[in-house]
Every structure is written in C-alpha cells, then in structure tokens.
C-alpha cells in the first residue's frame, strides 16, 4: 500500500437521499504521522485526505462516534476536528445529516483573524459544553425546576460558584454572590444601582469602552485619571477624589485593559483607603483573563482582610466566564458588600427579571469539571512568548498580559495604518484609538479559535507587513 494508504483507508458507498447521490466515505486515519494534540492531528489527516482525494467534494465524515471508535479518541475530540476543519473551510455540517466535504476551490486560510476580540483559543470548551448539556438532559426533574420563574439565584448555584471562588482563594460568602448576564450588565447594574444622572464616576485614562457606554446611558460623568508603570498616578486620583466628589471609581487592576498594566500592592492600598476615606465606592473588574502565574490577589480580598466593620468595605468584585472559557458563555458575576446587595440586586431586576438560572446551571457543571482550562493555559503561554520575541525582532516597546499584548509603534510608522494594512490581509487588531489613546499603540488579542500552526503564519503576517510599512519612507496604505 501506498504511504498515503496507510494513512487513510476509505470505502466509498453511494446512498440515495431526496433523489441525490451522495458519496459516504468509511474513513480510518493512522495519527502518528502527525504532530500536536489529538484533535489537531485528526483534522490534519482530514486535511490531508481531502488535499489528495481520498474525502473527495461531497462525501459525507464518518459519524464522530463510530470514528471516536475506530481511532480509540474521545468523541470530544472527534467534534473539536470536525469544527477545525469546518473553520479551516474545509467542510460544511447539515442539521442532521452529518459533516461533509466542501469543493476542492475552498482554502485552508479562514476569510479573517482575529487579534481584536479577546477570548480564549478553542481547546476542549465543545467537549465540555457537550458533556454539560448531556448530563444536564439525563435529568428531567433538574431541568424542569430550572425552566420555572426564579427572581433570586439558586442558592445551589451561589454555593457553587462560592466554593470555586474559594479554590481561586477569593474568600466570601454565597449571599454576597449576584449573577448577571455577562459582566456588562454587571456593569450597568453597579453604576445604576449606586449613582444617579450628573454624579461623577473617576476611571482609567485608557480603559475598557463600555463603561463609557453604561455611563453615557445613565447621565453619569466621567473624568479619567492618569496610569502609570504601576497604575493610576496616586497624586491625581486624590485631588480627582477631592475635586469632583464621585460616587464611583472604575478600575481594571490585575490586567488593565488595554495597556496590560498590574497595579502593585502598595497602589491598591493606597487606593482602598482613599475610598474608605472620601466614601467612594471601588468598581473592581476582573474579567480580563491572567495566567497562574500572571494572576495577584484582586482588591476584594483586600479590602475584606482590612475591614472589621461591613460598613467599611468599599470594594464591589465584577468578573465573568466570557474570558476565562468563551464568550458566548454570558455568565457574569458580582460580589458585594452586603450594605450595597439590595440596591445592586434592584437595579440588576430593572433590567430583566431574572437572570437565566439555566445559563447559571450550565456555568455551574463547566466550573465544576477540572478539565474546564484544558491545554489553554500551556496553550496561551507558548503564544505570548512567540508575540514577545516577535516584539523583541522589531524592537517595539510591548506589554503582555494574558491574552493582550499593547505595543507601541515608533513613527514614522502610525498605529491606523497598520489596524488598515492588517485588515487588507484578513487580520483584524485594534488600534489604541479605540481606547482613547493617542500614542501610537495597537492592542493584539491572542486567543481567537485557530490552531497553532495558523496561529504561527498569521503572526509572521503580522510582524511582516509592520516590517515593511516600518522601512517606507512614508507610513501610509
């Protein structure tokens, strides 16, 4: 047999479907030839077989259990293949029919990149997913509670997402805990529970854009703060605090979005207790994802650990699943003190009666299965090192956290004129514009759901195309 045999043997039937042909293939690949996870090393031997005929345009992918079967995978796997290839643009999925071939004319290259959105790159989050709703459909009585009218959160669920906290060692209790569909609401439900129209909020000078649309909608001003290399500039904030008297400041102090800043300890003392001081309250947001060894205690469990007296502690907790899992996950979630609990919950019931308890539900099994992270984690880390040595090669001054990197350009070269090139070529960045910030940078959002070997080309497209536009004499598209 030939080498490509051994990698691939197919018998090919024919079954007549609504008057059509189509071509059903019985596919067995040998993985050994290739090399990364499983899942990738299936969808490369797909790849491979499309490429050389052997899946020809029409023919239907053998059904993901009976293959899971033949190549001793899970059937998670077998999905996570299935939807690479179909991302690659390899495939198609017919509601139940099955997967099948595209035309030969398709290309590997998806219609555009990423590197603007940040989520994580796509692991085991199907199989999870899966795994989560087939437990979830072998209990008819658990479902039927969850399908009915719950103004307050399962206290189920609260002791769930309690004791996961407490593993992430952020101590409180379940009754401190409020859900919200994803932490935009949460957002919104914080400023409108605790501030009213002309009052002032203080955030970051370069900061996450929605909370500039939350408080535009709200009659809610805004004044900005500097940051520095260590977080806001100490001096400002207070002269800020003393001059407009706000209700609120905004802040992202584990991984500041967009520049990647971490706030030292000594900065987020100093900022508690100026809100214990002046009676400010700290919106804290956690939501930008960090890696283990990224990750430092957030403000919460400070301003818990220094407090005797509930009425001292200022300090409200926002994050979600949106970043550490995926983004359609729109699971979102606060902890408040609990003076503050009764107007945030009132103000978050304003906005929908209730938040889905089986939204929450779901977000409980994928908290509570240890393989939720997967290989992202490794995953993430080997990407952020390939960034800093790309960073290193054009000798740009870069920050990387999680899964951004903020990277200043050197002029002549202008930050839009690379977000314009890279959009030309099917990469999409942001432009530090789009953050108020008018130095030159651009952020890259690493995660996206590509494979690793895409990742590694759409990077070298990345660092080439800011090569070149860097050696004209002009910067311009």
């Known amino acids: 047999m030939t ?36 899942y990738v ?29 033949k190549v001793a995978v899970t059937v998670g796997t077998v999905t996570r293949a299935y939807a690479l290839l179909e991302q690659r ?77 407490h593993g ?48 535009q909608q709200l009659g809610i001003n805004i004044e900005k703060v500097t940051l520095s290399e260590e977080g806001l500039n100490l001096d400002e904030l207070e002269r800020q605090i003393v001059r407009y008297k706000p209700k609120a400041i905004y802040l992202t102090p584990n991984n500041q979005n967009p520049t990647c800043i971490q706030y030292n300890l000594q900065q987020r003392q100093t900022i508690i207790a100026f809100a214990r001081q002046y009676d400010v309250v700290i919106i ?32 409200v907790y926002l994050s979600s699943l949106s970043k550490l ?27 929908c009666w209730m938040v889905s308890p089986l939204n929450t539900e779901l977000a409980c099994r994928i908290i509570s299965n240890k393989a939720y992270m997967g290989e992202r984690e490794q995953q993430i880390a080997q990407r952020q090192q390939q ?5 290193e090669r054009l000798k740009l001054t870069h920050t990387w956290r999680g899964l951004n990197g903020w990277l200043k350009l050197a002029l002549p070269l202008k930050s839009h004129h690379v977000v314009a090139a890279l959009a030309a070529e099917g990469i999409l960045i942001r432009d530090g514009d789009d953050f108020d910030n008018l130095h030159n940078h651009i952020r890259l959002s690493i995660g996206g759901t590509c494979d690793e070997i895409e990742f590694k080309k759409q990077l070298e497209l990345i660092e080439s195309t800011i090569l070149k536009l860097s050696q004209s004499s002009y910067s311009f598209v």
């Not at 899992?325 to 019931?349: S, T």
Request: with cysteine; hydrophobic share 40%; glycine share 8%.
């Open 41 to 69: 090393r299936l969808a490369e031997a797909a790849e491979l077989a499309i490429k050389n005929g052997q899946l020809p345009p029409e023919s239907k992918l053998p059904p993901q259990r009976q293959l899971a079967d």
């Open 387 to 391: 960034c800093i040595a790309m960073g």
């Open 325 to 351: 899992f995926c983004g359609g996950l729109r699971q979102g979630f606060l902890l408040c003190p609990l003076p503050l609990l009764a107007k945030i919950k009132q103000a978050l019931y304003s906005q």
């Open 3 to 38: 080498q490509l045999a051994l990698l691939v043997h197919s018998n090919r039937y024919k079954k007549h479907i609504n008057g059509f042909i189509v071509m059903g293939t019985i596919w067995v690949p040998t993985l050994d030839n290739f090399k990364g996870p499983l």
């Open 168 to 215: 992430r060692q952020i101590p409180q209790t379940a009754a401190q805990i409020v859900f919200s569909h994803g932490a935009q609401q949460g957002i919104f439900a914080v400023l409108n529970g605790l501030m009213n129209a002309g009052e002032y909020l203080l955030c970051e000078e370069n900061c996450y854009p929605g909370i500039k649309v939350a408080a």
């Open 284 to 315: 804290e947001d956690d939501v930008n994802y960090c890696l283990p060894e990224e990750w430092h205690t957030p403000m919460w469990c400070l301003d818990q650990a220094t407090s005797d007296d509930e009425q001292q502690q200022k300090v």
């Open 89 to 165: 643009g390899y495939v198609y999925a017919k509601v139940g029919a099955g997967t099948f071939v595209k035309g030969s004319h398709y290309q590997s290259k998806p219609e555009s990149a990423n590197f603007a959105t940040c989520e994580q790159p796509l692991t085991n989050q199907i199989s999870i997913v899966s795994d989560a709703l087939s437990e979830l459909a072998k209990e008819p009585h658990t479902i039927g509670q969850l399908m009915q009218y719950h103004a307050d959160p399962l206290p189920e669920h609260q002791l769930k997402f309690s004791q996961w906290l």
